[in-house]
């Protein structure tokens, strides 16, 4: 009798798991990271938009100041388009 119960329930059961587990996925966009130099606390790390990029005609900024996509006046300065 168990053996006949195990033989039914468990497939059925991980059939079910992996439908119920397919559907718990989330997709999240994973957050871009910029930095702007503070005029008196240095450089600072902010999350910026996923539009920003290396590309574009629209300075990304962050409380005035422009974005760079690492912490120094010479990097890349992170840009977005319209």
Same mark, same amino acid.
């Given at each position: =009798?168990?053996?006949?119960?195990?033989?039914?329930?468990?497939?059925?059961?991980?059939?079910? =798991?992996?439908? @119920?587990?397919?559907?718990?996925?989330?997709?999240?966009?994973?957050?871009?990271? @910029?930095?702007?130099?503070?005029?008196?606390? @240095?450089?600072?790390?902010?999350?910026?938009?996923?539009? *920003?990029?290396?590309? @574009?005609?629209?300075? *990304?900024?962050?409380?005035?100041?422009?974005?760079?996509?690492?912490?120094?006046?010479?990097?890349?300065?992170? =840009?977005?388009?319209?």
């Amino acid at each position: =009798m168990k053996s006949k119960f195990l033989k039914l329930v468990l497939p059925a059961f991980a059939i079910l =798991m992996a439908v @119920g587990l397919a559907f718990a996925t989330e997709d999240r966009p994973v957050p871009k990271i @910029g930095y702007y130099e503070h005029p008196t606390l @240095g450089w600072q790390e902010v999350t910026v938009d996923d539009n *920003c990029g290396e590309s @574009g005609s629209i300075a *990304c900024t962050a409380f005035d100041q422009q974005v760079y996509s690492e912490p120094d006046d010479e990097s890349t300065p992170l =840009m977005r388009d319209q």
